[in-house]
């Protein structure tokens, strides 16, 4: 635990170190950025009767050795909620470590509802639930999941994110999770995540076969090209997270495994 506040500090740090500029945007605004990071969400929510379309590529080498896509919907219901639909893994496999055959890769569906609960001076913070269908997830049953969706703007660059996760199945995971986005300019902008599991497990030692607790990070930078801000973002970075849904948000990638990110988001 010590080592995922130390990380989640050194990022934080080091995009607190560039300098602020002039780029503050109303709590009313148009978002001009898709409503989540690498791995995990924010509070943004799409505009009553808007949608945000976004679709992840992710190829993983090493042990994993697996591509995962994963495509998500938003609807703005009102000024305060939107809902949330999103699909997407890979294929199921099973590979032999240690003395067990490990479950990997897999496809989850999950329907969620964000309510936004604060929205001024500053500080963004919502609320997410939602059903998730197998089989992604180890045992593959159907589980629930709720998160705290919490960000602070710092000048009018650098944004700080907290995300604490619950999943609830056959067995208990609950992870604790922040990340930071700094905008370079209106069209540029880097940002990273980092999570680590504080009840249950969401990793396998590959040695052993025996599930651990896993650290799940990600960094990218997002591109808004100018002729279509707030309507178009293309991301790439690199990630041992499996996706964006809840169950695949919280796991990595078999035996230290990292994927390239490339992600596309749409909001007409």
Known sequence: MRSIVQKTGLIAGLMLAFPFGALAQSDNETPSQPTYLVNIDTPEIPLKGKMHLNIDHRPFGSLENIS????GLEYGLSSRSALVLRGGGAVRRFSIFGLAPVVHGGREI????RIQTKTSGGYRMALQGGILLPDARPEGKLGIGGEVLFSKQFG????????????LGQTTLVTLGG???????????????LQGAIVGNNGVNT??????QKEVWGLGVRYNPSAWRNRISLDMGITNGLGRSMGLSVRDGLGGSSAFYFGVSLRP
């Open 68 to 71: 995962y896509t994963n495509i």
């Open 110 to 113: 999950e329907a969620a509802l």
């Open 156 to 167: 009018s660059r650098t944004t700080l994110f907290f995300t604490p996760k619950v999943l």
């Open 179 to 193: 990340g930071v986005e700094f905008k370079i300019d209106q069209n540029l902008s880097v940002f990273g995540d």
């Open 207 to 212: 040695n052993t076969s025996n599930t651990i």
